[in-house]
C-alpha cells in the first residue's frame, strides 16, 4: 500500500485499533524510515496524546466557575466550562464510529475532536486569564448595574481587566459590544469587543498592564462589529473603578 492510501489509517493505528492489512502496511513503512508515514504517525499519537491527556489536568476547577459567575450572582447550567466532558465525548465519538463499522467515519471524527481541542484550549487560556485577575494581589473591583444589565470588574495592574456580566442580551446582527477603559480626564481607550451568551451572561478580558491610579472608570457601549475608535452610543455598562 502507498502512503496515500493509508491516509485514514494513521489516527486508527495509534489509537490501536486498526485492522489488517493496514495495520502490517504502516508497520513496514516504519520499519523503512518512510518520512511521510512517520511524520503522519507522530501527528496521530500527538492527537491521541492529547485527547487522553484531557481527561484530568486541563479542566478549571468547578469552584472557579462558581467564583466567577457568583460575583455577579448569576449560576449557570450550561457546558461553557464542560472543557474535560466534551473531550472525553470527542474521544468517545471515535470509538463509537470505529466499533459500529463506520470504519471511514473516523477521520470527519477526529477532525471534528481536533477543533474541539483548539476551542478548548483557546476558553482554558481565557479562564486562566480571568482567575489570574481575581487572584492577584491589588485588584481592584467596580460594580454597575442596579436592573439591566449589571456585573462587576475586576482591574489589575499587572494582569488586566475582566469583565463580568448578567441580563445583557447578546448583539443583534451586525453588531458587538465593545469594552472602554477611561482614564480620569482623558478619552475613552478602546478595550476589545465581545458578545454575550444566549442567557445574558458575558465574560471579557483585556489583559496587560494597565495604569489602575489614573483608570477613572470603565464602560462597554454596542458598536457595529467592525468597533470603533470611539464609543458612537450611549453606555449600556459604566463601573467606576475605585482608587
Given at each position: 500500500?502507498?502512503?496515500?492510501?493509508?491516509?485514514?489509517?494513521?489516527?486508527?493505528?495509534?489509537?490501536?485499533?486498526?485492522?489488517?492489512?493496514?495495520?502490517?502496511?504502516?508497520?513496514?513503512?516504519?520499519?523503512?524510515?518512510?518520512?511521510?508515514?512517520?511524520?503522519?504517525?507522530?501527528?496521530?499519537?500527538?492527537?491521541?496524546?492529547?485527547?487522553?491527556?484531557?481527561?484530568?489536568?486541563?479542566?478549571?476547577?468547578?469552584r472557579l466557575r462558581r467564583r466567577i459567575l457568583a460575583s455577579v450572582g448569576v449560576e449557570r447550567n450550561t457546558s461553557w466550562w464542560g472543557l474535560v466532558a466534551t473531550a472525553a465525548a470527542a474521544l468517545c465519538?471515535?470509538?463509537?464510529?470505529?466499533?459500529?463499522?463506520?470504519?471511514?467515519?473516523?477521520?470527519?471524527?477526529?477532525?471534528?475532536?481536533?477543533?474541539?481541542?483548539?476551542?478548548?484550549?483557546?476558553?482554558?487560556?481565557?479562564?486562566?486569564?480571568?482567575?489570574?485577575?481575581?487572584?492577584?494581589?491589588?485588584?481592584?473591583?467596580?460594580?454597575?448595574?442596579?436592573?439591566?444589565?449589571?456585573?462587576?470588574?475586576?482591574?489589575?495592574?499587572?494582569k488586566g481587566v475582566l469583565l463580568i456580566a448578567s441580563n445583557l442580551p447578546p448583539a443583534t446582527a451586525g453588531k458587538r459590544y465593545e469594552m472602554w477603559v477611561i482614564p480620569k480626564g482623558g478619552k475613552p481607550v478602546r478595550a476589545g469587543m465581545f458578545q454575550s451568551e444566549t442567557d445574558g451572561t458575558a465574560m471579557h478580558i483585556q489583559p496587560g498592564p494597565v495604569d489602575a491610579t489614573t483608570l477613572g472608570?470603565?464602560?462597554?457601549?454596542?458598536?457595529?462589529e467592525a468597533g470603533a475608535d470611539q464609543p458612537t452610543s450611549t453606555p449600556l455598562i459604566v463601573a467606576a473603578i475605585p482608587q
Open positions: 500500500m502507498t502512503c496515500d492510501e493509508l491516509r485514514d489509517e494513521f489516527e486508527l493505528y495509534a489509537l490501536g485499533v486498526a485492522d489488517e492489512p493496514e495495520k502490517d502496511a504502516i508497520r513496514e513503512h516504519l520499519g523503512r524510515d518512510c518520512e511521510v508515514c512517520m511524520a503522519r504517525v507522530k501527528e496521530a499519537r500527538r492527537l491521541a496524546t492529547r485527547l487522553g491527556g484531557m481527561a484530568s489536568p486541563a479542566a478549571p476547577s468547578p465519538l471515535v470509538a463509537a464510529f470505529y466499533f459500529s463499522g463506520r470504519q471511514r467515519d473516523v477521520s470527519d471524527q477526529l477532525e471534528q475532536a481536533r477543533r474541539q481541542v483548539r476551542v478548548q484550549t483557546i476558553e482554558l487560556a481565557r479562564l486562566n486569564e480571568a482567575f489570574s485577575i481575581l487572584n492577584a494581589p491589588g485588584t481592584t473591583v467596580g460594580s454597575f448595574g442596579e436592573g439591566l444589565p449589571k456585573g462587576k470588574v475586576f482591574v489589575n495592574s499587572s472608570a470603565v464602560a462597554v457601549t454596542l458598536e457595529n
